[in-house]
């Protein structure tokens, strides 16, 4: 919240916000690996990870795989 309201007062007159998009960017790497060890967890490869991009049945698919339980080691 913080660094939205900076980047609209310190650049007010961009049509984008720099600092909340280089938060994102930042982001990013960590989010999908997450999302990717939590899929491992499950015994599934990393292009399961794809079904986010499937508006809304992806989606479904996806907080359902994330909400079984993970395989025992």
């Known amino acids: 919240m913080p660094l939205i309201i900076i980047d609209t007062v310190l650049f007010s007159s961009l049509p ?3 600092l909340t998009t280089l938060f994102w ?3 990013l790497c ?3 690996s997450i999302n ?3 899929l491992h967890d ?3 490869r990393w ?3 794809l079904l986010w991009l499937v508006p809304v049945v992806g989606w479904a698919a996806m907080i ?3 909400c079984n339980p993970t395989s025992a080691y």
């Open 16 to 18: 984008f916000n720099p």
């Open 25 to 27: 960017i930042v982001m």
């Open 30 to 32: 960590p989010t999908i």
């Open 36 to 38: 990717v060890r939590r």
């Open 42 to 44: 499950q015994n599934k």
């Open 47 to 49: 292009w399961w990870l």
């Open 64 to 66: 359902k795989i994330y």
